[in-house]
């Protein structure tokens, strides 16, 4: 280690292992442990025609859970690489980008639960008589829950990344790969971990959904916490289904604390501003493995002389000679990207032409215009619950962004609650309907808002946070005070934030229909009327014509809204609420 | 001649032109036909305002922009993407925030081949060349900006180029700190020792040029183009206050000023027809505020004995190419009068002074209404009631091909915002004719 002057903020690395070495040795060991042991249960045989059998005794728990929680990560695994591959190309190929952009912006209003009729089928034969057909679909799911919003962070940051920046790396002659691990991963690292962890919080909501499915008249389920609540409801055992949420709940903020919180304080490095963050994120676990020798002893005698034998091996040349031939390069990409282009082009052409195959002659115009009746009902539904949730969430919002005491603890609280999956608890909420006597019409709006409010309420605290104190004391200097305070400074001040919320409250909605307009409990199945219970209805029948035409309908309607209506309020708010 | 004292160019630009598209989708052209040379231990500087295209021009004999037209050589070769034996130091320093200094500065020989050791010794030893000895561990936002723009310098420095380009290098930085700078890189380069032989730099700081420089090119703007060459040969270390140096400022300054601020011949009055140099013939505005040209008038009329252009770039404390725009904008609208290096308040410029606001704003509109420029929109708005915004850029455009349309329409819209004469609705994107509101009538 080198001298490093005393009046200088530099954490000085311990050069010994200590106690929190070996905690961190045998975190690691347990880790690689729990993914072979719970990967084991991915292969074992299945067979369509047996009901997988749900161990519902408490003690099972952990089991379930490590099941739920390793689909998780290898579907956020996936997301990642995706999301980091067509965000990359995207930024630095325009013909590339005139393709995924649309495609993203299409796909990330196709509601996935739709699907998931399609791709079990699909997997299952992709894997016949094995589990790991069905672990794929749900792993799938959630992998197109999480993903396309990922994609679109990292491109954005991509593009975002200071020009100067960009032109050093160009001045020194950093070959694509090294301009990527030294500039564009580390500037994106803030924006891509601050994403992940809420499109991770937000696949909760698929994989508890995708664990027990019925598609084409056979249930199927998959081990794991999801499962073991929708089994619990069914045998009306309470304890076991109270003992699942907890579970779930401690599955949540484990992932938050020992996993996203450290890795956001850590991220706070890779800000791009120069000047040192007011509030910087902090996290008990980064501090303590800040302590740890093991990273720097691996990366000093693993990973430097590993580079440096690679480096020797791949480029023997020197590097003045290493030249950039940019029209070289150009044609390359220009082939690579014609190559991928047309094979996308392809694929999308042939699934329309299978997918208008399918419709030609089952559908009648009185069809479609029922189905679109039923989105509009939806689309109701979806208003009622934004409209709804706004008038509760902000003033509450608004309170508790004022007070950062308050706002400090619940602002995470509000993340977990929109992480949790309430679709598992939503047969208990359908019990409750039953004895009432509240039809499912009026009830949906309150299943759906039970999972989307949450987006309202922490964007409108992030946003009351936001406010500069200096336009607080000048409204209080002014006298400002009631509907003035809230008409001059409060509102158009967290509008912005409102806008981002109640755009992902009113998204997942649309995917949270599907679930909460059609429910079951015990033998009672309340449904109501909109295209939400129709797509999970002709899921369940596998009546493949009517599953294209509603998912259509209703994709229609998402994108319609995200044109029409969200991204005009986004650039009213981007134009006449900035606050800088 | 003998043979050592054969230039050998080591970046040129050959009849390099460059336009961009600006955010309107407006052609701008940028560069017209710039012919310059970076000889072999040389230390050049290109001098111009902002905007007069002078980065560009770092960045075409760089490669790190690609010229319209003409090639960019290097070592006689032409170049194909970006120079590998130039390296550059940014204005805003462009430091990677999560790399310590040390890691920084490697970057620099990221893309060279040499062994870990190697690589860390050359680091080291630029660190030690530029004074951050005791900041190998530190990153960057623990560090004064002086200390960043040394890392800077350090990873540019430290693969040993052959080329140093400096972009504003110190213009971020306060006096004292950017003084400091700029000795200890003069002695860097002066000593020949390490590697440091071509420092190619572009500065808006005229004292700072003729500090450095031993070859002073002023670039002129709209279209960006070449102007006055100068050697300069002071020796080193220069004396800012020496009366050669001042002579050498001087000389820029009244290049730059002749160019912005020509003495125009007397125009013949053509019967009925006032006497104005906006009239006859189409000119583009300074992009300044009505707030600044009023300060100007005020600081004028206030000291009677400030004349002197340099002077009064002092007394409002702006660098000298505002402080040009500035003087230019009251020109035009007839206010000021610039005889030589003077600046003097017209019989106009006199009334205008002594007016209350009601009588200001009718002199300033009547001026206004008098700019050929502003004939574009006015003869619009005499025919509809409101005019789209996009289509009163278009005809800029089309009329001052060199400018930037969006600021001029922005600049014009501020003006004629004051003189009551427009003003735009940001909303619907249209231009009309605000009322007259009681205090004007």
Request: positive net charge.
């Given at each position: 280690m080198k001298s490093t002057s005393p009046q200088l903020s530099v954490p000085t690395e311990q050069r010994v292992f200590g106690w929190i070495d070996a905690a961190v040795m045998l975190a690691l060991f347990s880790l690689l442990w729990s993914?072979?042991?719970?990967?084991?249960?991915?292969?074992?045989?299945?067979?369509?025609?047996?009901?997988?059998?749900?161990?519902?005794?408490?003690?099972?728990?952990?089991?379930?859970?490590?099941?739920?929680?390793?689909?998780?990560?290898?579907?956020?695994?996936?997301?990642?690489?995706?999301?980091?591959?067509?965000?990359?190309?995207?930024?630095?190929?325009?013909?590339?980008?005139?393709?995924?952009?649309?495609?993203?912006d299409v796909l990330q209003s196709v509601p996935v639960l739709g699907f998931l009729s399609a791709t079990v089928t699909g997997f299952m034969a992709l894997f016949p008589g094995s589990l790991m057909g069905v672990e794929c679909a749900a792993i799938f799911a959630i992998f197109t829950g999480q993903v396309w919003n990922m994609a679109f962070g990292f491109y954005h940051s991509m593009v975002t990344i200071p020009t100067d920046m960009q032109e050093a790396a160009s001045t020194y002659g950093l070959s694509p790969w090294q301009r990527f691990k030294t500039v564009e991963l580390p500037a994106s690292a803030h924006s891509l971990i601050w994403n992940s962890m809420m499109s991770f919080g937000g696949g909760w909501f698929f994989v508890a959904q995708s664990e027990a499915i019925s598609v084409m008249n056979k249930d199927i389920k998959l081990p794991g916490l999801g499962s073991y609540m929708a089994a619990a409801i069914e045998k009306g055992d309470n304890t076991a289904a109270l003992w699942a949420v907890v579970a779930m709940v401690v599955l949540i903020m484990a992932s938050d604390q020992l996993v996203w919180r450290p890795l956001l304080a850590w991220a706070d490095k890779f800000k791009i501003e120069l000047t040192e963050s007011a509030t910087p994120a902090t996290s008990w676990v980064y501090n303590l493995l800040r302590g740890a020798y093991v990273f720097t002893w691996f990366d000093e005698k693993v990973v430097q002389p590993l580079t440096d034998a690679l480096s020797?091996?791949?480029?023997?040349?020197?590097?003045?000679?290493?030249?950039?031939?940019?029209?070289?390069?150009?044609?390359?990409?220009?082939?690579?990207?014609?190559?991928?282009?047309?094979?996308?082009?392809?694929?999308?052409?042939?699934?329309?032409?299978?997918?208008?195959?399918?419709?030609?002659?089952?559908?009648?115009?009185?069809?479609?215009?029922?189905?679109?009746?039923?989105g509009f009902l939806t689309l109701l539904r979806v208003a009622a619950m934004t409209v709804l949730a706004t008038l509760i969430w902000t003033p509450i919002g608004v309170w508790i962004g004022f007070q950062p005491s308050v706002a400090r603890f619940a602002q995470p609280l509000a993340q977990i609650g929109a992480s949790f999956p309430v679709n598992m608890t939503f047969p208990i909420v359908v019990g409750f309907f039953v004895m009432a006597h509240i039809s499912m019409n009026w009830g949906s709006i309150l299943l759906i808002a039970m999972g989307t409010q949450w987006y309202i309420l922490f964007n409108v605290i992030a946003g009351a946070m936001a406010i500069p104190n200096d336009l607080k004391e000048a409204s209080r200097v002014y006298g400002l005070r009631d509907w003035n305070l809230w008409k001059t400074m409060i509102l158009p001040a967290i509008f912005p934030f409102w806008v981002t919320g109640a755009c992902t409250a009113a998204g997942g909605a649309w995917n949270a229909s599907i679930v909460a307009e059609l429910a079951t409990w015990g033998d009672t199945t309340l449904k109501a009327d909109g295209l939400g219970a129709y797509i999970a209805d002709v899921t369940k029948t596998g009546d493949t014509p009517m599953i294209i035409l509603s998912i259509a309908v209703m994709s229609l309607f998402v994108v319609l809204m995200n044109k029409f209506l969200w991204r005009k309020l986004y650039a009213f708010a981007e134009l006449r609420f900035r606050l800088d | 001649m003998k043979p050592q004292e054969i230039a050998h160019p080591v970046a040129e630009l050959n009849a390099v032109s460059k336009s961009f598209k600006t955010a309107g989708g407006h052609e701008l052209k940028v560069l017209e036909n710039i012919d310059l040379v970076v000889n072999q231990g040389e230390l050049l500087a290109v001098l111009g305002q902002s905007g007069s295209g002078k980065s560009t021009i770092l960045r075409c004999l760089t490669g790190l922009i690609e010229p319209s037209s003409g090639r960019a050589m290097a070592d006689g070769k032409a170049l194909d993407g970006v120079n590998p034996n130039a390296s550059v130091v940014f204005q805003t320093f462009a430091l990677y925030p999560w790399l310590t200094v040390e890691q920084n500065v490697a970057v620099g020989l990221m893309a060279h081949k040499v062994s870990r050791a190697d690589r860390d010794a050359a680091v080291d030893k630029a660190i030690e060349l530029i004074g951050l000895g005791n900041y190998h561990a530190a990153y960057p936002r623990e560090l004064s900006g002086g200390m960043r723009q040394r890392v800077g310098i350090a990873r540019a420095l430290v693969s040993q180029p052959k080329l140093l380009c400096l972009d504003e290098a110190f213009s971020a930085l306060d006096v004292l700190t950017a003084e400091n700078l700029r000795q200890e890189l003069i002695s860097l380069w002066r000593s020949k020792e390490n590697g440091l032989s071509s420092i190619f730099m572009v500065t808006h700081n005229i004292t700072e040029a003729v500090e450095m420089a031993n070859r002073i090119v002023v670039v002129f703007p709209r279209p960006g183009r070449l102007g006055l060459v100068l050697d300069n040969p002071l020796p080193y270390p220069r004396d800012t206050n020496s009366p050669e140096f001042q002579r050498l400022v001087s000389i820029i300054h009244e290049s730059i000023t002749t160019m912005t601020l020509p003495d125009l011949p007397a125009e013949v009055p053509v019967a009925g027809q006032p006497i104005s140099r906006g009239r006859s013939r189409m000119e583009s505005i300074p992009f300044v505020p009505v707030g600044q040209i009023l300060g100007l008038m005020s600081i004028l009329n206030d000291s009677p004995d400030l004349s002197n252009i340099y002077d009064i770039s002092d007394e409002i404390g702006k660098e000298f190419g505002d402080t040009i725009s500035i003087v230019k904008a009251a020109e035009i609208l007839e206010l000021v009068d610039t005889p030589k290096q003077d600046v003097r308040l017209t019989e106009l410029g006199k009334k205008f002074v002594a007016s209350d606001r009601v009588g200001r704003r009718t002199i300033f509109s009547e001026q206004v209404f008098k700019l050929r420029l502003f004939h574009i929109i006015i003869a619009l708005l005499h025919e509809n009631e409101e005019v789209e915004a996009d289509r009163v850029i278009k005809d800029i455009a089309s009329a001052l091909p060199y400018d930037n349309p969006e600021r001029v329409f922005q600049t014009m819209i501020a003006w004629g915002r004051y003189a009551g004469l427009m003003d735009i609705n940001n909303k619907t994107r249209m231009v009309f004719v605000p009322e007259e509101d009681e205090e004007a009538a």
């Open positions: 993914t072979l042991h719970f990967g084991k249960g991915m292969l074992v045989h299945f067979d369509d025609t047996v009901v997988l059998q749900i161990d519902s005794s408490p003690s099972q728990i952990p089991y379930y859970a490590g099941r739920t929680l390793l689909r998780m990560w290898i579907a956020f695994s996936f997301s990642l690489f995706f999301a980091i591959l067509t965000g990359y190309l995207a930024a630095k190929s325009k013909t590339a980008r005139t393709f995924i952009l649309p495609a993203l020797k091996v791949s480029l023997p040349v020197p590097a003045k000679a290493t030249v950039l031939r940019k029209s070289h390069q150009r044609l390359i990409w220009r082939v690579l990207g014609l190559v991928v282009g047309l094979w996308v082009a392809f694929e999308v052409l042939s699934g329309l032409l299978a997918a208008l195959q399918v419709l030609h002659g089952t559908l009648s115009l009185d069809l479609v215009l029922h189905v679109i009746w039923l | -």
